[in-house]
Each structure stands twice: as structure tokens, then as C-alpha cells.
């Protein structure tokens, strides 16, 4: 089974740091972008940037750019999401996902379960 | 950047209504549209890309239409697992624009 797998969720402090993580199984994982989508409670989905694991190409949206750090671990399947300093505004629950490579329907068909991500003081 | 709108906010329908979601964007994208339903506690679940391609799985009461700047997304006959928050998606290289949402609930 194609899946993806997030890792549990986190209550942190302004100002520190967190790094959370997507791997991916049942597929070749440097074959597909990885995407990374916020969802604040209550409220719509956002899209953060991509990230292609073959190179670590990463391309972020506007919004996020210079807020977030993209990685990945093509040894272990793995993408990551990283802040360096939290804000209370970062609370919220985090998606990766995966585009499929089909050209022209390259949307975004397998998603992890969501990472939770809780920043108060 | 390209913008993404999508009307109404909310849509109150009966069970085995049909409804239509609408979707602009701020430019062309031709058909680099894609349509997600999420239900409470859930992941999006994709359901239509290339704007009107239905993804393996996904019945047939849903159906995507539009190119350019319009699109729209109809469920013919409202299921009551149909009853979620829907959303359009611009996809390309550098860009992942969701709108803000539909809210399909029932009346």
C-alpha cells in the first residue's frame, strides 16, 4: 500500500525549534514531489512549497519562504519540515503529500495523516 | 501569484440533491485544477484532476468541468458521505494554490 506516515504531534515554546517528518512507503519515494500543506483550526488548507527528493529541489510558496526549511532522507524515504523559531502563529496541523507524476494531472493523490503542531507559552 | 476563489462558502442541500461548487482563478491555468474533498478529522482526499478527470474509486455522481479561469464542481445526487468541505487547487511546477473552501451541509 502506497502510504505515507507523519510523525506524532508536538507542543512546543516560542522560539524553539522542531523538525517533523513524512515517510513514505510502498513506493519509489524519490520518483514524486513531496508537497507540504498548513491547515490552522478551523480554517482552509494552504500550500507551503514542494520539495523533489531526488536533488532536494525545494520550491517554496511566497507566504512560507525564508519561514520553513524543506529536507529529505532519499535513504530513508523520508521528508522533513523544520522551523528554527517558532510562533504561536504556527500552530496548526501540518499535511504532507505526494504529487503524482502523471503529467497534467500532477495534483496530489496520497496524503499523510496530518502532523499537529501546538505553539504556546 | 494566482489567486484562488471558490463560491458559495456554504451550501445547505438535500440528500440526493444535486449542487454545483464554482472555482475562478485570477489567471489562465487551463486545466491545472484539482478538486479535494475533506471530511471532519480527515486528510483531503483528492477526487478530480486535469479539471474534469475523475480519480480511481471516486463515483461518478461527481463530476469536474471548466478550462482557464472558471471551473466548477457538481455532485449530481448528494450522498450522505457526500456531506464534507470541498476544495479547488491549482497545481504546476511552482505552485499549489488552494481556495478557500465549500462547506456542503446538510439541509
Known amino acids: 500500500e502506497e502510504q505515507l506516515v507523519q510523525s506524532g504531534a508536538e507542543v512546543k515554546k516560542p522560539g524553539e525549534s522542531l523538525k517533523i517528518s513524512c515517510k513514505g512507503s510502498?513506493?519509489?519515494?524519490?520518483?514524486?514531489?513531496i508537497g507540504w500543506v498548513r491547515q490552522r483550526p478551523g480554517k482552509g488548507l494552504e500550500w507551503m512549497g514542494i520539495?523533489?527528493?531526488?536533488?532536494?529541489?525545494?520550491r517554496y510558496s511566497p507566504s512560507f519562504q525564508g519561514q520553513v526549511i524543506f529536507s529529505v532522507d532519499t535513504s530513508g524515504s523520508t521528508a522533513f519540515l523544520q522551523w528554527t523559531s517558532l510562533e504561536a502563529s504556527d500552530t496548526a496541523l501540518y499535511y504532507c503529500?505526494?504529487?503524482?507524476?502523471?503529467?497534467?494531472?500532477?495534483?496530489?493523490?496520497?496524503w499523510g495523516q496530518g502532523t499537529m503542531v501546538t505553539v504556546s507559552s | 501569484d494566482i489567486q484562488m476563489t471558490q463560491s458559495p462558502s456554504t451550501l445547505s442541500a438535500f440528500i440526493g440533491g444535486r449542487v454545483t461548487i464554482t472555482c475562478r482563478a485570477s489567471?489562465?491555468?487551463?486545466?491545472?485544477l484539482a478538486w479535494y474533498q475533506q471530511k471532519g478529522g480527515q486528510a483531503p482526499n483528492l477526487l478530480i484532476s486535469?479539471?474534469?478527470i475523475l480519480e480511481t474509486g471516486v463515483p461518478s455522481t461527481f463530476r469536474g468541468s471548466g478550462s482557464g479561469t472558471e471551473f466548477a464542481l457538481t455532485i449530481s445526487s448528494l450522498q450522505p458521505e457526500d456531506f464534507a468541505t470541498y476544495y479547488c487547487?491549482?497545481?504546476?511546477?511552482?505552485?499549489?494554490?488552494f481556495g478557500p473552501g465549500t462547506k456542503v451541509e446538510f439541509k
Open positions: 487547487q491549482h497545481y504546476n511546477s511552482y505552485s499549489g494554490t
Open positions: 510502498g513506493y519509489t519515494f524519490s520518483d514524486n514531489w
Open positions: 520539495i523533489w527528493p531526488g536533488d532536494s529541489d525545494a
Open positions: 489567471e489562465n491555468i487551463n486545466t491545472s
Open positions: 486535469r479539471a474534469s
Open positions: 503529500a505526494r504529487r503524482k507524476k502523471i503529467p497534467g494531472r500532477d495534483a496530489y493523490d496520497i
